[in-house]
């Protein structure tokens, strides 16, 4: 077997790919032309070509847009889509309850759930006990309290035996925790399914309470793109003729959905944890969602800035809806840490999926 670290031609460090020739004076240049070509023109003469007639995106909402970012600006640009979408969580449900005959009537369930309310941040306790009735399902139940506080949000027990909550509303966003699933036996029920487990020490009745822990695979977000994108852009900077090349860039980060951090329990010990990326958001950071403030800090930190030149293009492809599979170009920040402005031209693109 070939030992690839002892490799005396290199190649894992440096590609064996030879540069063409006639391109190292300084009248070469990285340029466009016409017929709808990119490649290498020395004086009049084209050295080297790419065909890009064959490059056609249809299309169906594009901006052009200018921006000039002053020396330590940070601007941050979404995109032109969200890909606004059902948000719905599922708890997977005991299998003993859900194969007990008759079980939809004789269980309740409590759960918080945070979502915006006239502008503010709130959560609500449901408790579907309040309505308990052995003849309605525990389901209904949980709807009538929805319903009652004005959250667009409905329930069920799915086909794979989940309990699930999903938005009425497209694009309304919402997180619920803390979900716990309690049986009504037959000590307060006596037509309940479910038999009534008695401490042997005390004689008395054993509360049957669960808690349920979410299936995250089965987690669709309010939006495919809760901070923005694209099918695809091109964009051009511009620098002040009297600086030096190697100084004419700026940075740019591609914002992900969400982020493993680690953060430093109660106990002293280093935590993972997964953090949806809220770049919206320039206060604090939680358990569960870093602010964009927060973010700029991590990437800066851990050096996971890119530097963009003078010319980027991208395009992406469109998304598989039915696998809820993300292909487009994700939003990114714009930052400046020169003493010079920038100007930044863009043209942004998109098509419905």
Request: proline share 5%.
């Amino acid at each position: 077997m070939t030992d690839l670290f002892n490799n005396p031609s290199n190649n894992y460090v440096t590609p064996d790919l030879k540069p063409c020739s006639n391109a190292s004076d300084l009248n070469s240049t990285f340029e466009f032309f016409n017929n709808k070509k990119v490649g290498v023109i020395n004086g009049s003469t084209i050295l080297t070509s790419l065909d890009l007639s064959n490059i056609k995106v249809f299309i169906t909402e594009f901006k052009q847009d200018r921006k000039l970012l002053n020396p330590a600006e940070v601007i941050y640009v979404p995109g032109l889509t969200k890909g606004i979408q059902s948000r719905s969580q599922s708890f997977p449900v005991p299998y003993f309850i859900t194969s007990t005959i008759g079980y939809e009537n004789f269980i309740t369930t409590k759960f918080d759930i945070s979502y915006n309310k006239k502008f503010k941040y709130v959560t609500d306790n449901i408790d579907s006990s309040l309505n308990y009735v052995d003849t309605v399902k525990m389901t209904d139940q949980v709807d009538m309290v929805l319903n009652g506080k004005s959250i667009p949000v409905y329930s069920e027990i799915d086909s794979s035996l989940n309990f699930r909550l999903y938005g009425s509303q497209s694009g309304f966003d919402f997180y619920v925790n803390n979900v716990t699933m309690t049986i009504i036996d037959a000590s307060t029920d006596s037509t309940s399914p479910f038999i009534t487990l008695i401490d042997s020490f005390t004689g008395l009745s054993i509360p049957q309470v669960y808690t349920l822990s979410e299936d995250l695979s089965l987690e669709f977000e309010y939006a495919r793109y809760p901070n923005g994108a694209e099918l695809g852009y091109v964009m051009v900077g511009t620098y002040p003729d009297e600086y030096i090349e190697s100084d004419k860039w700026i940075y740019i980060n591609h914002v992900p959905d969400s982020l493993n951090v680690f953060d430093i329990s109660t106990g002293g010990l280093y935590e993972k944890k997964l953090k949806t990326i809220n770049v919206g958001s320039s206060g604090p950071s939680d358990d569960n969602v870093m602010s964009g403030g927060d973010y700029l800090n991590y990437i800066t930190e851990n050096n996971l800035w890119d530097k963009f030149g003078v010319f980027k293009s991208w395009l992406g492809c469109v998304d598989n809806v039915e696998t809820n599979e993300k292909n487009l170009v994700r939003g990114f920040y714009l930052y400046n840490p020169h003493d010079f402005p920038v100007l930044v031209e863009m043209l942004l693109i998109n098509i419905d999926a």
